[in-house]
C-alpha cells in the first residue's frame, strides 16, 4: 500500500512536469493543444483568446463558448483571462482505451457574427496504471512424466495505459525447474508461457510455487504480479492438441442468437478416458464474452448466445481450453479471435452546434445562421453523412471540417412574408440500405425597417358644413405599416401648408396616435369654401420612413345668411324708401324694383319677393322673382296720396331667412314721366313751363333710344363671344361646374316707368345661371355703378365699359341674381 502511494505521487509529479511543457500547435487551420491526462480542475490548457485572434472585452461581447462533440464538457473558458481551462477529470483511458492516439476535438463557437472555430485537444497518456492480472493465482497441474520443452500459457496482465507507459515485459522468480518465454500476438503484446526446463520428480517435489511479475515501459517502472501453483501429478502424459493454435472468423453484427460461429476440434493420443476431450472458455475469459457466446463442450461448437453490437465491440479475443479426463487432467488451449462486419443499423444524427441566431430580413447571402454537425455510429461508407436542404429553401449548407457545417441565408429574406423559417434538414448516409433522419431548425427572421406607412387612399374628400363647432373631429385617416414593433408604430402630423395665406395649422389639428383631424374653429363657407390638408403618417422606425396623403376639405353651405336689400339704395341706409309716383298712372306702371342679394349659395341663395302689408294691397303687386312693384289697376282720385308698402324677401333655404323693405309712395298730380337729368342731381322744380316738359319728354325719347342701340350692340358682342366663350356674362355656379359652355344669352330691355334696366340672362334658364342687369332711376343719388358678385371674366368688364361709354352721366346700378329655378 505504501508503494503503491509512492507511484501515485510521482504521477502527479509527472502530470504536472508534462503540463509545464504544454504546446499548442495549428495544424490545417486547426488549433491544437497537448495535454496530459489527469490535470486538475481549472488547469490552463492554452491561450485561446491569444491563439484566435479575439480580445477579452470581444470573447465577451460575441459570447463565445466551447462546445465538446464528445458529449461531456471536459473543458471550459475563463473569460477573465481567455484561457481554455480543464472543467472535468479526463481519463485517457475512459475515453480512448487502448487508441495510440486520443484527440478531443471542440468547437469554439462566437456570435455577432457566428463563426466556428475546430479545436483539437491531445490528450497525452501518463503513467497511471499498474499492469494487473484478473487472476491473483495460477493453478496448473502438470504430469511428472511431462516432457521437456513443454510450454504452459499463463495469463496475460492488462494495463490501460498506451505507448512507453504500457506492459512491456515478465519476469518469473528463480527456480531450477521453470523458465519463462513470450509468445508474440497479433496486437503486439508478449504473451508469458511457462516452460519446462528439468524434470519433475512427484516423489521429490509435489508442489512448486512461483511468482510470475509484470512490468510497464513508464518511468519509473510499475510492475504487478501473479502466483503460480504447480502440482505436480502422475501418468496421462498426451495433451489434448488443436488443429491450430489460433483461429480467426467474422460475423454480422446483425447476426441472430443461435447463428453458429465455428467448431474447434482438439485431439488426444492417449487412449480411453485420457483421450476423451471436452471444451471450454478460458477461466479468466470476461462477461462480456459469457454473455454473448456458448461453447458445447463435446463438439466444440461455439454459437451465438446474445447480440452483437459492433459500435460496442468490434472484436473478441477467446481463450478455448480442451481438457481430456485423465488423471491427472491434461489441457491444451488456442485463441478464436471473432471480428464483427459492420452493418448499416444506425440512422445518421444531426447535432445542433449552436443554437440558431436571429436574422435579419436585410442579412446578406452568406450570413451565418447556426452551426451543425453530423455523425453516424457506423463506420466505413455506412458512416458517411451527407446532408441535404429542401430546394428552393433560402438557405443553404456550407462544409466546414469533419462532419461540420454552417448554416448559411442563400438569398434575400422578407420578413413581411415570412417571420421564420423551419428549415428541414435531411441528413442521409452512404449504407446500404441508406438510412436517414431529419432535424427541423426554426429560423426567426427580425424585422428592419424597409416598408413606409400606407394610407388607404391616396386621398380623401371632406365634406363639412360651416358653423361646426370647435373642436369637433372632421375625418379620420388611418395608414398601415407591414413592418412590426417600433418600425410599425405610426405617428401622423400635418405638413405646413398655406390656406389663404395662413398657416393650415390655424384651422386644424391632428392627433398623433391615431389620425383624427379636428377643427380649430367654425368655418364659413362665405369666406372658405375649399382647401387642402397634407397628412404624413412616419414610423418610428431608424430611419424612419413616411408617406403623405391629400385630405380635400368641402366646406358645406348653410343657411345662415338673410337676403340683403342693394336698391332702392336709400334701403341700404335704413328701412325706408321713399317714390313718387302720378296719379294718371296706369295698370301696370312700373312703379320701382327692389333688388336683393343672399351671400348663400344654391338654394339658399334663391330669393322670392312677396307684398307682405300695404295700405291698399288692391294698387300694387309686386313680382315673385324680380321684385319689381308695379300698379294693378289705374289710380283712381279716391286713392290716399301716401301709400306704404312692406316687402318681405325670403330665401330658399332650410330654415327660411327674410328681410323686410319698406316703400313710402307719394302719389302727385301733374307728375308725368320723369325724365333723367345727365348733369345734374336735383330735377328742374314743377314749376317749369310746358315748354320745358317737352324738352324733357324729347331727351327721355332721345336717351331710350340710346339705351337701346347700346344694348343692341351689347347683344351682338356677346352672341359673338358666345361662340368662343361661351357665356358673356356668368360665373361658376356652385352646383353647375360649367359643364355645358354652350349657352344662349337672353336679353331683356324694360324702358317703361322711371326705372330703366336690361337683363342679360346666360344659359338655359332652368341651370344654375346668372342674370346680370343694369338699371338706372332718376331717384339715385349715386352717379357710380354698383356690381354685385361681380364677375371676373372680360367679358363683363367690356359690357361695363360699353354701357359707360354710351350713357356717362347716368347713374347705374349693377345686380347679379340667380332666378333659375329646379
Known amino acids: 500500500m505504501t508503494k503503491r502511494r509512492g507511484y501515485r505521487d510521482w504521477r502527479w509529479l509527472a502530470l504536472w512536469w508534462h503540463h509545464f511543457f504544454l504546446l499548442w500547435s495549428t495544424i490545417e487551420g486547426q488549433t491544437r493543444y497537448s495535454i496530459p491526462e489527469e490535470l486538475k480542475q481549472g488547469s490552463v490548457v492554452g491561450n485561446l483568446a491569444k491563439d484566435l485572434g479575439l480580445g477579452l472585452s470581444e470573447m465577451f461581447d460575441r459570447k463565445l463558448r466551447v462546445a465538446s462533440e464528445a458529449g461531456k464538457q471536459f473543458f471550459g473558458v475563463d473569460a477573465g483571462k481567455g484561457e481554455l481551462v480543464v472543467n472535468d477529470r479526463i481519463d485517457r483511458e475512459a475515453l480512448c482505451g487502448q487508441s495510440p492516439s486520443c484527440v478531443l476535438p471542440l468547437q469554439v463557437v462566437v456570435e455577432n457574427p457566428l463563426q466556428s472555430h475546430r479545436i483539437e485537444v491531445e490528450i497525452k497518456d501518463i503513467n497511471d496504471n499498474f499492469p494487473n492480472f484478473l487472476t491473483k493465482e495460477i493453478n496448473l497441474k502438470i504430469p511428472e512424466s511431462v516432457a521437456l520443452g513443454k510450454r504452459f500459457p499463463l495469463e496475460k496482465a492488462e494495463d490501460p495505459d498506451v505507448g512507453s ?107 480411453g478416458v485420457n483421450g476423451v476431450v471436452k471444451y471450454s472458455f478460458g477461466s479468466r475469459t470476461p462477461e462480456s464474452v459469457l454473455s454473448t457466446f456458448k461453447i458445447n463442450d463435446i463438439t466444440g461448437e461455439i454459437v451465438l448466445k ?36 459492420d452493418i448499416n443499423d444506425n440512422a445518421p444524427e444531426i447535432v445542433l452546434t449552436s443554437k440558431p441566431s436571429p436574422v435579419r430580413e436585410d442579412s446578406p447571402s452568406g450570413t451565418v445562421v447556426a452551426l451543425i454537425s453530423a455523425r453516424d455510429l457506423d463506420s466505413g461508407d455506412n458512416g458517411k453523412v451527407t446532408l441535404h436542404l429542401p430546394k428552393g429553401s433560402p438557405f443553404t449548407l456550407k462544409p466546414s471540417f469533419s462532419n461540420n457545417y454552417e448554416l448559411l ?58 358653423n361646426g363647432v370647435p373642436g369637433s373631429i372632421l375625418y379620420s385617416v388611418s395608414a398601415s405599416d407591414l413592418d412590426s414593433g417600433e418600425n410599425a408604430k405610426i405617428s401622423y402630423s400635418i405638413l405646413d401648408s398655406k390656406v389663404q395665406d395662413v398657416s393650415v395649422s390655424s384651422y386644424v389639428y391632428i392627433n398623433s396616435d391615431n389620425g383624427s383631424i379636428y377643427s380649430m374653429h367654425s368655418f364659413d363657407y362665405e369666406k372658405l369654401k375649399v382647401f387642402q390638408i397634407q397628412v404624413q403618417a412616419k414610423d418610428q422606425g431608424s430611419p424612419s420612413l413616411s408617406s403623405n396623403a391629400t385630405v380635400h376639405v368641402f366646406i358645406l353651405d348653410q343657411n345662415d345668411n338673410a337676403p340683403a336689400v342693394i336698391y332702392p339704395s336709400s334701403a341700404a341706409l335704413g328701412s325706408l324708401s321713399h317714390q313718387r ?105 314743377s314749376k317749369k313751363t310746358g315748354r320745358i316738359t317737352l324738352y324733357l319728354i324729347l331727351s327721355l325719347a332721345s336717351v331710350s333710344v340710346l339705351s337701346l342701340v347700346t344694348f343692341l350692340i351689347l347683344a351682338v358682342k356677346c352672341i359673338r363671344n358666345s361662340s368662343s366663350s361661351g357665356s358673356c356674362c356668368m360665373r361658376r355656379s356652385d352646383c353647375d361646374d360649367y359643364k355645358n359652355p354652350n349657352r344662349n344669352l337672353q336679353i331683356q330691355l324694360n324702358t317703361d316707368g322711371p326705372i330703366k334696366y336690361v337683363e342679360v340672362l346666360g344659359g338655359d334658364m332652368m341651370s344654375q345661371s346668372q342674370s346680370f342687369r343694369s338699371c338706372m332711376s332718376p331717384m339715385s343719388e349715386y352717379s357710380d355703378f354698383t356690381l354685385i358678385k361681380p364677375s371676373s371674366t372680360t367679358d363683363f368688364k367690356e359690357v361695363i365699359s360699353v354701357l359707360d361709354a354710351s350713357l356717362p352721366d347716368s347713374t347705374w346700378t349693377f345686380e347679379s341674381q340667380q332666378v333659375s329655378r329646379e
Not at 515478465?170 to 521453470?178: A, T
Not at 495433451?239 to 441472430?256: R, Y
Not at 300695404?614 to 294698387?619: C, I, Q, R
Open 165 to 271: 507507459n504500457s506492459l512491456k515485459t515478465y519476469s518469473l522468480s528463480k527456480n531450477d525447474y521453470f523458465s519463462l518465454k513470450f509468445k508474440d500476438s497479433k496486437n503486439g503484446k508478449p504473451v508469458p508461457e511457462l516452460v519446462l526446463e528439468k524434470p519433475l520428480d512427484r516423489e521429490k517435489i509435489a508442489l512448486h510455487q512461483l511468482l510470475l511479475t509484470a512490468l510497464d515501459g513508464g518511468t519509473p517502472v510499475t510492475s504487478g504480479t501473479c502466483k503460480i501453483k504447480i502440482i505436480v501429478l502422475d501418468n496421462n502424459d498426451n495433451f489434448p492438441v488443436f488443429t491450430e493454435n489460433e483461429f480467426k472468423v467474422s460475423l454480422k453484427e446483425n447476426s441472430t442468437k443461435g447463428t453458429f460461429v465455428i467448431k474447434l476440434t482438439a485431439t488426444d493420443a492417449d487412449d
Open 306 to 341: 446474445g447480440p452483437l453490437d459492433y459500435e460496442s465491440n468490434k472484436s473478441y479475443l477467446i481463450d478455448i481450453i480442451a481438457k481430456d479426463e485423465g488423471i491427472p487432467e491434461m489441457e491444451g488451449d488456442c485463441r478464436l479471435q471473432v471480428d464483427l462486419e
Open 409 to 466: 441565408t442563400n438569398g434575400a429574406l422578407d420578413r413581411e412574408r415570412f417571420s421564420e423559417y423551419n428549415v428541414e434538414i435531411t441528413a442521409i448516409d452512404s449504407g446500404s440500405p441508406r438510412l436517414s433522419s431529419k432535424n427541423i431548425i426554426p429560423v426567426s427572421i427580425t424585422d428592419v425597417n424597409d416598408n413606409p406607412p400606407m394610407f388607404s387612399l391616396s386621398s380623401y374628400n371632406v365634406y363639412l358644413k360651416e
Open 581 to 685: 309716383m302720378p296719379r294718371v298712372a296706369k295698370a301696370g306702371h312700373l312703379v320701382t324694383k327692389v333688388t336683393a342679394v343672399d351671400a348663400d349659395s344654391g338654394h339658399n341663395a334663391w330669393i322670392s319677393y312677396r307684398l307682405a302689408e300695404a295700405t291698399d294691397a288692391s294698387l300694387f303687386t309686386v313680382n315673385l322673382y324680380t321684385g319689381e312693384v308695379r300698379t294693378k289697376r289705374a289710380v283712381s282720385e279716391q286713392d290716399d296720396s301716401s301709400q306704404r308698402l312692406l316687402i318681405e324677401i325670403k330665401d330658399d333655404g332650410e330654415p327660411v331667412q327674410s328681410s323686410t323693405v319698406t316703400v313710402s309712395i307719394v302719389l302727385e298730380d301733374g307728375l308725368h314721366e320723369p325724365i333723367l337729368d345727365l348733369r345734374h342731381k336735383v330735377s328742374e322744380p
